[in-house]
């Protein structure tokens, strides 16, 4: 069966840094794309970065950009999300999801077959 185990989470000033990491159980994640999602308060979930199977290729939502960073280590079968540079806004609870597909990985929730439980990141002064 596969799951995903989130981990990381926690509350930070404005402008610090977390490390979320994914880790998956009963697949390896290198055969898979790997989602990272948030839901904030009150808010609907949204897709904020991932990685594709095939080439190792990235996607990240415009709010992130230049702030996040998604990357894999196979030999750990680990997903990471680097988070540097935390706004308030950032604050919600991150969520990882896979789905095996070989082409681009995609932002979109319904595009993803297992999820995890999520982290809350909370970012307040």
């Known amino acids: 069966q596969e799951q995903l185990a989130e981990s990381g989470g926690g509350l930070v000033q404005p402008g610090e840094s977390l490390r979320l990491s994914c880790a998956p159980s009963?697949?390896?994640?290198?055969?898979?794309?790997i989602g990272w999602f948030r839901q904030p308060p009150g808010k609907e979930r949204e897709g904020v970065a991932c990685?594709?199977?095939?080439?190792?290729?990235?996607n990240y939502a415009d709010s992130v950009k230049g702030r996040f960073a998604i990357s894999r280590d196979n030999a750990m079968n680990m997903v990471f999300l680097e988070m540097n540079s935390l706004k308030p806004d950032d604050t919600a609870v991150y969520y990882c999801?896979?789905?095996?597909?070989?082409?681009?990985?995609?932002?979109?929730?319904?595009?993803?077959?297992?999820w995890g439980q999520g982290t809350q990141v909370t970012v307040s002064s």
């Open positions: 990685i594709s199977r095939r080439d190792g290729g990235t």
């Open positions: 999801a896979a789905r095996r597909f070989m082409g681009r990985c995609e932002l979109w929730d319904y595009f993803y077959d297992s």
């Open positions: 009963g697949f390896f994640a290198e055969y898979y794309a």
